[in-house]
């Protein structure tokens, strides 16, 4: 999937818009659908292995949000994801992550003694 050279203008002016300070909440749309600062930050801090943001850390990673963001809107264009295979792999990995959460006895614990708040 070739990106557009229309983004590839885009990608640096948003990064230099977004560390010069301009609290502008919307960073780039892909089809009609904002991506705010809030959810690239977000998205940044996860994946950030550790080490202090750059300038040229954030530019890095928005252009990989931008590219990830393009990729899944083509994807739900194609349909792929009614899929039959995409909506099991999809429930295996629901099942997964539900089974982590009812196996943590740390949680559960705190769930059931922690007094009820009326």
């Given at each position: 999937?070739?990106?557009?050279?229309?983004?590839?203008?885009?990608?640096?002016?948003?990064?230099?818009?977004?560390?010069?300070?301009?609290?502008?909440?919307?960073?780039?749309?892909?089809?009609?659908?904002?991506?705010?600062?809030?959810?690239?930050?977000?998205?940044?801090?996860?994946?950030?292995?550790?080490?202090?943001?750059?300038?040229?850390?954030?530019?890095?990673?928005?252009?990989?949000?931008?590219?990830?963001?393009?990729?899944?809107?083509?994807?739900?264009?194609?349909?792929?994801?009614?899929?039959?295979?995409?909506?099991?792999?999809?429930?295996?990995?629901?099942?997964?992550?539900?089974?982590?959460?009812?196996?943590?006895?740390?949680?559960?614990d705190r769930l059931q003694w922690q007094p009820i708040?009326?």
């Open positions: 999937m070739s990106i557009p050279v229309k983004t590839l203008f885009l990608a640096p002016t948003l990064v230099l818009l977004f560390l010069s300070g301009i609290s502008a909440q919307t960073l780039f749309t892909v089809d009609h659908a904002p991506v705010t600062k809030e959810e690239f930050l977000k998205a940044y801090n996860k994946n950030n292995t550790g080490q202090k943001p750059t300038p040229a850390s954030y530019r890095d990673y928005l252009e990989l949000y931008i590219r990830y963001k393009l990729k899944v809107r083509a994807a739900y264009e194609a349909q792929l994801d009614t899929l039959p295979g995409q909506r099991m792999e999809l429930q295996n990995f629901r099942s997964q992550v539900a089974e982590s959460y009812l196996k943590d006895e740390t949680s559960l708040r009326q």
